[in-house]
């Protein structure tokens, strides 16, 4: 018989442009058809089929509470029912602006918008106003949204300049972008030797987590402070995912780096569509209405989404926060790594904190070309077969399993036996 996802996605199919509203949701690098979550709680999703799952995408990063946390619906119900979104400011938006501030000090001023992409697109032009220069330099693999400027790859041999990653994105708008390689300093030196003082930025995710998770090499974030302050350049930290995730601080707590622009989202909404860019007084400082870059947004700052971000960032701020985010993530990779060891696989986990990749078919990932050569294949098998076993992973090879504080000691467990049953049958073959 066949699965109400499957005839969802088949009717999805006719109306979204194939059956989704955003591309890794189509499960193209796995094979299959995508479920359709009906309802989620806590640690696990249900299907459409009402079939439960225990839950590692977490809606890619928000869901660091656990699915519909109580807290979070009460605030949002509360709200909504003094209205919905105004166009005016409301108390609720000061507040969660000083709690922001209070997080993460780099962040002196801050303004909210609605998506991750929104808030590295405004920080850019913000940073090309400041520095009165054009060119923007990011990292192969890493992923700061869809506008066009940071849909780009790097082009052959490192001091090139970019080409579009996506169609529809015009050679002009690549061209100021510049492609330097991940946790390679001298990738970095070499593009500053040739167009130092035609770079505006220099933006980066300080943990990757869009090309699977890879950790900075030691000092690779304090480089980059050094490289972009000699030049009078910005260094701006995308830490959609690794803002209140990492630390209540993000990435630059933990690395005790201080960047010029901060980009938050994914968490920060609590699970609604909000995200924020902020940093130095001085800089912000340019945004309309004060100064001459112009930024705006109908539902930015909208009512419910900060009374849920507010919660979130309260109940996250509580003491142990992130000693118990860290106690789960080390029980979940140690036991898939004992599980590597006893099967003899050849596999590696990166893990900080509460997200991890498990790559397959390499022995380390510490760049975007090791992490290229994982083996895709395996991934699918492994995705399947997980699945069959109640267990929802991200649908494709390059991307952080989030850990949430809903997930138990049970789940985590569950998860590991899982994959070790996996990889006891794949040996007998
Ligand atoms: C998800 C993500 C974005 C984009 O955020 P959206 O809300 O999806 O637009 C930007 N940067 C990083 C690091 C992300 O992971």
Request: a positive charge.
């Amino acid at each position: 018989m066949k699965s109400q996802s499957k005839k969802f996605f088949t009717r999805a199919e006719k109306k979204i442009p194939g059956g989704v509203n955003s591309p890794v949701r189509a499960w193209k690098s796995v094979g299959g058809s995508p479920l359709f979550i009906s309802r989620a709680k806590g640690s696990h999703v249900f299907d459409a089929d009402n079939k439960e799952y225990i839950d590692y995408v977490g809606s890619w990063g928000p869901m660091i509470l656990g699915h519909a946390n109580a807290n979070i619906l009460r605030e949002i119900h509360r709200s909504a029912a003094n209205g919905t979104s105004f166009g005016a400011p409301t108390l609720g938006e000061v507040e969660l602006a000083e709690l922001v501030s209070q997080c993460v000090p780099s962040i002196e001023k801050l303004r909210l918008v609605s998506s991750g992409t929104e808030a590295t697109m405004s920080a850019i032009r913000l940073a090309r106003a400041f520095t009165h220069r054009s060119k923007l330099m990011k990292f192969d693999g890493c992923y700061h949204g869809h506008s066009d400027g940071l849909l780009v790859k790097a082009g052959s041999g490192v001091a090139t300049l970019s080409l579009p990653d996506s169609a529809g994105v015009p050679a002009s708008v690549a061209r100021e972008t510049l492609t330097a390689r991940y946790n390679d300093l001298p990738s970095v030196q070499k593009l500053f030797d040739r167009y130092d003082k035609q770079i505006a930025a220099v933006i980066v995710e300080p943990v990757c987590g869009n090309m699977g998770v890879i950790p900075p090499d030691q000092n690779f974030l304090a480089g980059l402070r050094k490289i972009t302050a000699r030049s009078g350049a910005l260094l701006i930290f995308d830490e959609v995912i690794t803002g209140f995730r990492l630390a209540l601080g993000g990435a630059q707590e933990r690395y005790k780096v201080k960047p010029d622009l901060t980009c938050l989202g994914k968490i920060l909404g609590g699970g609604l569509p909000l995200a924020a860019f902020g940093g130095r007084r001085r800089i912000m400082d340019l945004l309309a209405p004060l100064g001459p870059v112009y930024q705006a947004g109908t539902l930015s700052g909208n009512p419910l989404a900060v009374a849920a971000g507010a919660a979130m960032v309260r109940q996250l701020a509580r003491h142990g926060t992130y000693e118990a985010l860290e106690a789960k993530g080390r029980r979940l990779a140690d036991g898939l790594n004992s599980v590597i060891r006893k099967h003899a696989m050849r596999a590696t986990i990166n893990r900080v904190g509460s997200i991890l990749t498990l790559f397959f078919g390499v022995d380390s990932v510490a760049s975007v070309d090791d992490a290229r050569r994982c083996d895709r294949q395996q991934f699918a098998n492994f995705f399947h077969a997980m699945l069959k076993r109640g267990i929802y992973l991200p649908p494709a090879p390059f991307e952080a399993w989030f850990i949430s504080l809903a997930h138990s000691n049970a789940d985590l467990d569950r998860t590991i036996s899982a994959f070790d049953d996996w990889a006891g049958r794949s040996e007998r073959g």
